[in-house]
């Protein structure tokens, strides 16, 4: 029943105006490894000063205090780091792209070779080879994407520099206050838990299992 239904999706998947769409609206922007990034980060940075503040037996009014600047603070440093790479990269492949459309201006016939070069290194020769690149090299928007992909190993799909960072601000927040989470309960409900910094631990290690078993979901892999 599964291979049935999995053939009947991949059959309607293939239709030829199906994959005319898919290709024109683009590749989707994954924004997994930012959620990650800022999660892990998160946990880890937010436990560390709860353990430290525990550690020097200070009350749980430091721990939330401290535990509260750090998320605020790293969290931001984090989402506005992780814009700031994302955006360096996207003006990094423009400044490259207008590089090319220059040398493709004054030395078309280097260009070409090196486009030459490129697909005889994939295994094409002869006339074969010569169609493919007479065929790139007539369509200028295509050479340039040809170089960036081949010559300097970049990526053509745009991911957007705010919603990386602010997938990483999210993350580090919502996964960095669980460690302080029975600290806040005590605070509300003075001796509930008993003993935060247990839970603390607790709940440290469930928020790894959960972005752990997330990846693995979203990666059509094992939870486990």
């Known amino acids: 029943m599964n291979t049935r239904s999995s053939r009947a999706d991949l059959v309607r998947h ?22 990650i990034y ?56 423009e400044k490259t792209r207008r590089q090319e459309l220059e040398e493709i201006r004054l030395y078309p016939e280097g260009e070409r070779e090196e486009v030459r070069q490129i697909f005889a290194a994939k295994g094409f020769s002869g006339e074969q080879l010569e169609d493919i690149v007479s065929t790139i090299t007539g369509d200028r928007k295509l050479w340039v994407d040809t170089m960036l992909q081949d010559e300097h190993g970049l990526s053509l799909q745009d991911q957007n520099p705010l919603r990386s960072g602010l997938a990483t601000f999210s993350a580090f927040v919502l996964l960095g206050a669980l460690p302080l989470m029975p600290f806040f309960i005590g605070a509300l409900w003075p001796g509930v838990p008993a003993i935060p910094y247990l839970w603390s631990v607790l709940l440290t290690v469930f928020g790894f299992v959960v972005v752990g078993a997330a990846k693995g979901v979203q990666v059509k892999g094992s939870a486990l």
């Open 14 to 35: 293939h239709q030829p105006k199906n994959i005319a769409k898919r290709l024109s609206d683009g590749p989707e922007n994954s924004y997994l490894r930012d959620f």
């Open 38 to 93: 800022g999660a892990i980060d998160g946990l880890i940075t937010t436990f560390a000063i709860v353990a430290g503040v525990a550690g020097a037996g200070l009350s749980s009014t430091v721990v939330i205090i401290l535990g509260l600047a750090n998320l605020l603070a790293d969290g931001f440093s984090m989402g506005a780091s992780n814009y700031l790479g994302v955006r360096a990269d996207s003006q990094l492949k």
